[in-house]
């Protein structure tokens, strides 16, 4: 770890502004991690768990979720639990409850790859050191994308709980010294491209502030599947995040996002356009789910990913169903 | 009257002390003035050290010196009972990734980290050899295994080899199975406070047996063993992994002795990973020959594992299985080794055992399922009563009790016949079972055990508690065989300079540490007694010997009765102690020993995403007496969720070049908790007294044995996909 200096802002004013060398503490779950492994060398941490970052409130409008929310007072929310399991399940499949007691969302959404590579300061990595290579396109890419890679970069973004809320629309408040301004979700993150070091369109020393979820009544009929290695405490090989409306036996609305799989978290619009307006059956879902490869770039090791993929959002669509 | 503690379920006398923290393991030993040391790691696998620069190190602050190859602190080499042939910072060679190349010593441990980080090596490198399946054709021989050639073979007359005897069967099955490389990676890392004092050393690291560490670290230091005390009271696990000597121990007490003050090392669990102790990778081909009704004819097992380059040693997969499991009237095994440049590897856990028990166990359910037959009735119609090669019995053996308790107890009349025939909701269920078989050592072992004046009795003696028990087995033996409750016998263990009790390993302990407490019980009491009636001052004064019994800590005679406290207060003595010794003697020419089991598992198996979970784990024991019913279901249970780790989730991932991919408790998955459902132990219970006169054996490594082919087995008879390597993945059931 290297030498850093810290402060601990008592306002938000006081903690916007910095340069790229700053870094928001939080949780500290993944943060602390990598600065021990020096991956991240930040020369100025500040403790942001003081400012007023705080709130979890359903309203006509949705869900609002304070930056500073642990994940596991989120997950554990009733009006979250009802209107959207989906986002409760996601944070629940989520690391430990260890982890989930000190992890905020605003931290959640903000963690890096699981990439070993880029976790390991002794080898390349674009994304750590840009232009250095990509020792995972050849070597040890079992758990990585399969969509959205580049030949650049190849890892996986890690959070379950973003793919749920990609799923859902939800957007990010950003606060930075020239003011406030609202991004969705799904373009807050960068594909790799020749850029993977640039995972998201934050500024330097912008800060997320609050999570918003719009209001989505059929929500309540909503499921994440998270397939992975152990039954808990392990990221996911894939995961799917599915809301699904059905009325009269056919599919009137449908939200599927992927994880696991994934450069960023993962919306599949083809594959709800596959399912409106279809019997809600079986058939309908496998032929929808075969719209989620499209363009998939297997690597050597992570070819059944594919394969994965669509039989999760299959299940998962099933499950919505057995539930009606 | 006391009651026989023996068999009884007892909480570890240490647990308290355990999950309170308040047990001292060897880091949180703090001497004054400690320095701290760090490892510097290779970053290649094999290379020659062209040079180092260590000046930014040196300079850093609180560093106290920079130790490398260029700059040694001299470890004598071989050193200690094993002729250990390699030591750290020696040489200027570097045989795998993550090897130490140096070792920096500063006032703090940030400071020795940070200073570490700073060091650069450059390398005049080497291709690595780092497959086990590309070095198959160039495997070598080892020059023995277990003291027995590396190819055996067992015929029946007139049968010229295996392959004839193979040729000949009316069925065969034939394949090829594989394990992963496993990291030991204990709780307590490999760590060490070494602190060197007028021209002796104590040291305190976590050991299978202090008296074996001392020895080593004496010949490291190139020192008298009485020079050396090693203290190591509380192990947080070893199971093999800290039977030798690691480079921090020896660096602490060289560094120490080099700077005249006390080191600590204590390794990253990065670092452990990369330079302690790992279960080598194996590809074994298993051939089973069989006439229809499932007689054996033919058994062939051949086992190649990897091997680090350093410090070679064989995974006995073939001789530690095949070679004795089954009577078939023809036996063919050989093992061959593969050097690498990977991590160094050694003992774990059933070594041998659980991965030849993996190939073996699957094999025989392959040939069931050929023959159509219960797998159960397959192991029964092959029932092994003697050894083959020294055609000796088995000293008590209930194995078959096991397979019908076990049947009855995990339902197994309710298994599927068909396989994949059986849905429940999305789930694909199945159950499956393995023969497991592990030997029964005995060791020489010296204890001693002390009557104190105020009524309490100590059992002591250099033996260790890797987290298995030991302490509260001196407890429950020594109030067994003095007829005492336990709470009035303390036990010692873990310090070299203690009464020889032998080391923790092969699933030993109990037996030749409590048959040493049996002999050293009996001659307190002799010399208790001896006592009695020679001392004026004692009231049995005068009696002849054979008048006075020893009697649940009294002695007793005509009607007179009193306790051994109180006899030792009247004629002013402390305490009266003994030193008992066991060995095996001669019942070991004229018999086989070891422990038995059963084991099954139940899985299902999702019909869409194919992840197998395990829901039901049983396992049926025939481990001789069970000195601790509740420490010994432990073990075993401990046993199966390592059996179902290697099954499903663990493996060490060494890349081309040698690096390990997954070096850490992120990225080497063990079972969690949501993996473990239902899981139950239970034993047999026929005291072996042929063995030793407590009639207990090894219950350490049999629970690992079978589990893994018996989720495999379970798999198959879910899914009706059969999985030949480890461990088994959710890609493998999808394809």
Same mark, same amino acid.
């Given at each position: 770890?290297?030498?850093?200096?810290?402060?601990?802002?008592?306002?938000?004013?006081?903690?916007?502004?910095?340069?790229?060398?700053?870094?928001?503490?939080?949780?500290?779950?993944?943060?602390?991690?990598?600065?021990?492994?020096?991956?991240?060398?930040?020369?100025?941490?500040?403790?942001?768990?003081?400012?007023?970052?705080?709130?979890?409130?359903?309203?006509?409008?949705?869900?609002?979720?304070?930056?500073?929310?642990?994940?596991?007072?989120?997950?554990?929310?009733?009006?979250?639990?009802?209107?959207?399991?989906?986002?409760?399940?996601?944070?629940?499949?989520?690391?430990?409850?260890?982890?989930?007691?000190?992890?905020?969302?605003?931290?959640?959404?903000?963690?890096?790859?699981?990439?070993?590579?880029?976790?390991?300061?002794?080898?390349?990595?674009?994304?750590?050191?840009?232009?250095?290579?990509?020792?995972?396109?050849?070597?040890?890419?079992?758990?990585?994308?399969?969509?959205?890679?580049?030949?650049?970069?190849?890892?996986?973004?890690?959070?379950?709980?973003?793919?749920?809320?990609?799923?859902?629309?939800?957007?990010?408040?950003?606060?930075?010294?020239?003011?406030?301004?609202?991004?969705?979700?799904?373009?807050?993150?960068?594909?790799?491209?020749?850029?993977?070091?640039?995972?998201?369109?934050?500024?330097?020393?912008?800060?997320?502030?609050?999570?918003?979820?719009?209001?989505?009544?059929?929500?309540?009929?909503?499921?994440?599947?998270?397939?992975?290695?152990?039954?808990?405490?392990?990221?996911?090989?894939?995961?799917?995040?599915?809301?699904?409306?059905?009325?009269?036996?056919?599919?009137?609305?449908?939200?599927?996002?992927?994880?696991?799989?994934?450069?960023?978290?993962?919306?599949?619009?083809?594959?709800?356009?596959?399912?409106?307006?279809?019997?809600?059956?079986?058939?309908?879902?496998?032929?929808?789910?075969?719209?989620?490869?499209?363009?998939?770039?297997?690597?050597?090791?992570?070819?059944?990913?594919?394969?994965?993929?669509?039989?999760?959002?299959?299940?998962?669509?099933?499950?919505?169903?057995?539930?009606? | 009257?006391?009651?026989?503690?023996?068999?009884?379920?007892?909480?570890?006398?240490?647990?308290?002390?355990?999950?309170?923290?308040?047990?001292?393991?060897?880091?949180?030993?703090?001497?004054?003035?400690?320095?701290?040391?760090?490892?510097?790691?290779?970053?290649?696998?094999?290379?020659?050290?062209?040079?180092?620069?260590?000046?930014?190190?040196?300079?850093?602050?609180?560093?106290?010196?920079?130790?490398?190859?260029?700059?040694?602190?001299?470890?004598?080499?071989?050193?200690?009972?094993?002729?250990?042939?390699?030591?750290?910072?020696?040489?200027?060679?570097?045989?795998?990734?993550?090897?130490?190349?140096?070792?920096?010593?500063?006032?703090?441990?940030?400071?020795?980290?940070?200073?570490?980080?700073?060091?650069?090596?450059?390398?005049?490198?080497?291709?690595?050899?780092?497959?086990?399946?590309?070095?198959?054709?160039?495997?070598?021989?080892?020059?023995?295994?277990?003291?027995?050639?590396?190819?055996?073979?067992?015929?029946?007359?007139?049968?010229?080899?295996?392959?004839?005897?193979?040729?000949?069967?009316?069925?065969?099955?034939?394949?090829?199975?594989?394990?992963?490389?496993?990291?030991?990676?204990?709780?307590?890392?490999?760590?060490?406070?070494?602190?060197?004092?007028?021209?002796?050393?104590?040291?305190?690291?976590?050991?299978?047996?202090?008296?074996?560490?001392?020895?080593?670290?004496?010949?490291?230091?190139?020192?008298?063993?009485?020079?050396?005390?090693?203290?190591?009271?509380?192990?947080?696990?070893?199971?093999?992994?800290?039977?030798?000597?690691?480079? @921090?121990?020896?660096?602490?007490?060289?560094?120490?002795?080099?700077?005249?003050?006390?080191?600590?090392?204590?390794?990253?669990?990065?670092?452990?990973?990369?330079?302690?102790?790992?279960?080598?990778?194996?590809?074994?081909?298993?051939?089973?020959?069989?006439?229809?009704?499932?007689?054996?004819?033919?058994?062939?097992?051949?086992?190649?594992?990897?091997?680090?380059?350093?410090?070679?040693?064989?995974?006995?997969?073939?001789?530690?299985?095949?070679?004795?499991?089954?009577?078939?009237?023809?036996?063919?095994?050989?093992?061959?080794?593969?050097?690498?440049?990977?991590?160094?590897?050694?003992?774990?856990?059933?070594?041998?055992?659980?991965?030849?028990?993996?190939?073996?166990?699957?094999?025989?359910?392959?040939?069931?399922?050929?023959?159509?037959?219960?797998?159960?009735?397959?192991?029964?119609?092959?029932?092994?009563?003697?050894?083959?090669?020294?055609?000796?019995?088995?000293?008590?053996?209930?194995?078959?009790?096991?397979?019908?308790?076990?049947?009855?107890?995990?339902?197994?009349?309710?298994?599927?016949?068909?396989?994949?025939?059986?849905?429940?909701?999305?789930?694909?269920?199945?159950?499956?079972?393995?023969?497991?078989?592990?030997?029964?050592?005995?060791?020489?072992?010296?204890?001693?055990?002390?009557?104190?004046?105020?009524?309490?009795?100590?059992?002591?003696?250099?033996?260790?508690?890797?987290?298995?028990?030991?302490?509260?087995?001196?407890?429950?033996?020594?109030?067994?065989?003095?007829?005492?409750?336990?709470?009035?016998?303390?036990?010692?263990?873990?310090?070299?300079?203690?009464?020889?009790?032998?080391?923790?390993?092969?699933?030993?302990?109990?037996?030749?540490?409590?048959?040493?407490?049996?002999?050293?019980?009996?001659?307190?009491?002799?010399?208790?007694?001896?006592?009695?009636?020679?001392?004026?001052?004692?009231?049995?004064?005068?009696? @002849?010997?054979?008048?006075?019994?020893?009697?649940?800590?009294?002695?007793?005679?005509?009607?007179?009765?009193?306790?051994?406290?109180?006899?030792?207060?009247?004629?002013?003595?402390?305490?009266?102690?003994?030193?008992?010794?066991?060995?095996?003697?001669?019942?070991?020419?004229?018999?086989?020993?070891?422990?038995?089991?059963?084991?099954?598992?139940?899985?299902?198996?999702?019909?869409?995403?194919?992840?197998?979970?395990?829901?039901?784990?049983?396992?049926?024991?025939?481990?001789?007496?069970?000195?601790?019913?509740?420490?010994?279901?432990?073990?075993?249970?401990?046993?199966?969720?390592?059996?179902?780790?290697?099954?499903?989730?663990?493996?060490?991932?060494?890349?081309?070049?040698?690096?390990?991919?997954?070096?850490?408790?992120?990225?080497?998955?063990?079972?969690?908790?949501?993996?473990?459902?239902?899981?139950?132990?239970?034993?047999?219970?026929?005291?072996?007294?042929?063995?030793?006169?407590?009639?207990?054996?090894?219950?350490?490594?049999?629970?690992?044995?079978?589990?893994?082919?018996?989720?495999?087995?379970?798999?198959?008879?879910?899914?009706?996909?059969?999985?030949?390597?480890?461990?088994?993945?959710?890609?493998?059931?999808?394809?």
């Amino acid at each position: 770890m290297r030498a850093f200096t810290f402060a601990a802002p008592a306002s938000v004013e006081a903690a916007v502004g910095g340069d790229a060398t700053t870094a928001f503490l939080a949780g500290g779950t993944t943060l602390v991690d990598l600065m021990k492994l020096e991956v991240l060398t930040p020369s100025r941490v500040l403790d942001i768990n003081a400012l007023p970052l705080r709130g979890i409130e359903t309203g006509r409008d949705g869900l609002r979720l304070g930056a500073l929310e642990r994940m596991s007072d989120i997950a554990a929310h009733p009006a979250v639990a009802e209107r959207y399991p989906v986002i409760a399940q996601a944070l629940l499949a989520s690391a430990s409850q260890q982890i989930r007691n000190m992890a905020s969302i605003g931290g959640n959404l903000m963690q890096r790859t699981r990439c070993g590579y880029y976790r390991d300061v002794t080898v390349p990595c674009n994304r750590r050191e840009p232009g250095s290579g990509c020792p995972a396109a050849e070597g040890t890419n079992r758990p990585h994308a399969v969509l959205g890679t580049s030949d650049a970069c190849v890892a996986t973004h890690p959070s379950d709980v973003a793919v749920a809320l990609v799923a859902l629309d939800a957007t990010v408040r950003l606060r930075d010294a020239a003011g406030t301004r609202t991004v969705r979700l799904a373009d807050f993150y960068r594909q790799p491209g020749t850029t993977p070091h640039v995972e998201n369109v934050l500024r330097p020393g912008e800060l997320v502030t609050d999570v918003l979820v719009p209001a989505l009544p059929w929500a309540r009929r909503s499921v994440y599947l998270k397939i992975r290695d152990r039954q808990s405490y392990e990221f996911a090989l894939c995961s799917a995040a599915v809301a699904l409306d059905v009325r009269g036996g056919r599919v009137a609305g449908a939200r599927v996002a992927a994880g696991g799989v994934g450069t960023v978290p993962w919306r599949l619009p083809a594959v709800e356009a596959a399912l409106r307006g279809r019997p809600a059956r079986q058939e309908t879902y496998e032929a929808a789910a075969r719209q989620a490869v499209r363009g998939a770039r297997p690597l050597t090791h992570n070819a059944f990913k594919t394969t994965l993929l669509r039989r999760t959002i299959v299940r998962a669509l099933l499950s919505l169903e057995a539930g009606a | 009257m006391s009651t026989s503690p023996l068999g009884a379920s007892l909480n570890r006398i240490d647990g308290r002390l355990k999950v309170t923290g308040a047990a001292t393991y060897a880091a949180d030993v703090h001497p004054g003035r400690v320095a701290y040391g760090y490892m510097v790691s290779s970053t290649v696998a094999s290379a020659t050290l062209e040079s180092m620069d260590v000046a930014a190190a040196r300079s850093a602050p609180g560093v106290l010196a920079v130790y490398t190859p260029f700059e040694p602190l001299k470890i004598n080499v071989p050193y200690g009972p094993f002729r250990t042939s390699w030591a750290p910072l020696q040489d200027r060679e570097v045989h795998y990734m993550g090897q130490p190349i140096g070792f920096v010593v500063a006032e703090t441990f940030e400071q020795a980290r940070d200073a570490a980080m700073l060091v650069t090596a450059r390398y005049q490198e080497r291709t690595p050899k780092t497959s086990l399946e590309d070095g198959i054709p160039g495997a070598t021989t080892p020059p023995q295994v277990d003291g027995e050639p590396a190819t055996l073979a067992f015929l029946k007359d007139g049968v010229a080899s295996i392959d004839e005897a193979l040729a000949a069967a009316e069925r065969v099955v034939t394949a090829t199975y594989s394990t992963a490389a496993q990291g030991h990676s204990a709780m307590e890392p490999h760590s060490a406070v070494a602190d060197w004092k007028d021209g002796a050393l104590t040291i305190y690291s976590g050991n299978q047996g202090a008296g074996l560490q001392a020895a080593d670290v004496a010949g490291a230091l190139g020192v008298e063993p009485a020079k050396v005390r090693a203290i190591n009271p509380f192990v947080g696990g070893a199971f093999g992994g800290k039977v030798y000597t690691y480079p @921090p121990t020896l660096l602490a007490a060289v560094a120490s002795r080099a700077l005249g003050r006390p080191v600590k090392a204590v390794l990253s669990r990065e670092q452990n990973f990369r330079m302690t102790a790992t279960r080598p990778a194996t590809v074994q081909k298993v051939s089973l020959g069989a006439r229809p009704d499932g007689t054996l004819t033919a058994m062939k097992h051949e086992a190649w594992s990897s091997s680090s380059v350093i410090l070679p040693g064989t995974e006995a997969s073939a001789h530690h299985s095949s070679r004795s499991w089954y009577a078939s009237e023809n036996i063919g095994v050989s093992q061959r080794t593969v050097p690498l440049n990977v991590p160094p590897t050694t003992i774990m856990r059933a070594p041998g055992e659980a991965t030849g028990g993996w190939a073996l166990e699957t094999a025989m359910d392959e040939l069931a399922v050929e023959l159509g037959v219960d797998p159960i009735a397959l192991r029964q119609k092959n029932y092994q009563t003697r050894y083959p090669g020294r055609d000796v019995p088995y000293s008590s053996k209930h194995l078959d009790e096991c397979y019908t308790l076990g049947a009855r107890r995990f339902g197994w009349d309710r298994r599927p016949a068909t396989p994949g025939s059986r849905l429940d909701g999305d789930w694909y269920t199945g159950m499956g079972m393995a023969t497991a078989i592990y030997p029964a050592f005995r060791f020489p072992a010296s204890m001693l055990v002390r009557l104190h004046a105020d009524g309490q009795a100590t059992v002591s003696g250099s033996t260790g508690d890797p987290g298995t028990g030991m302490w509260t087995v001196l407890s429950i033996m020594g109030a067994e065989t003095l007829g005492l409750p336990v709470h009035r016998v303390r036990g010692n263990l873990g310090d070299s300079t203690l009464t020889p009790g032998g080391f923790v390993a092969a699933s030993s302990s109990t037996a030749s540490v409590g048959s040493a407490i049996v002999a050293a019980a009996e001659e307190v009491k002799r010399k208790l007694i001896e006592l009695a009636v020679t001392d004026t001052r004692s009231p049995f004064h005068g009696r @002849p010997a054979e008048d006075v019994r020893y009697q649940n800590g009294d002695l007793v005679s005509g009607g007179r009765r009193l306790g051994f406290g109180a006899l030792l207060r009247t004629v002013e003595l402390t305490g009266v102690e003994a030193v008992g010794s066991s060995a095996p003697g001669p019942e070991a020419r004229a018999h086989a020993f070891a422990s038995f089991g059963a084991q099954f598992c139940e899985v299902r198996v999702n019909r869409w995403t194919m992840e197998p979970r395990v829901t039901r784990m049983l396992s049926v024991m025939d481990a001789g007496r069970v000195v601790n019913a509740k420490t010994a279901r432990s073990q075993i249970v401990g046993g199966m969720v390592w059996g179902l780790s290697a099954a499903l989730h663990e493996g060490l991932h060494v890349e081309p070049d040698g690096r390990i991919a997954n070096g850490d408790l992120a990225g080497y998955l063990l079972p969690v908790n949501a993996d473990v459902r239902e899981i139950d132990a239970v034993f047999v219970d026929h005291p072996d007294l042929t063995f030793n006169p407590v009639g207990a054996r090894g219950i350490g490594e049999i629970g690992v044995v079978g589990m893994a082919a018996a989720v495999g087995n379970a798999i198959f008879n879910a899914t009706g996909k059969r999985l030949r390597a480890l461990p088994m993945t959710i890609e493998a059931l999808l394809g």
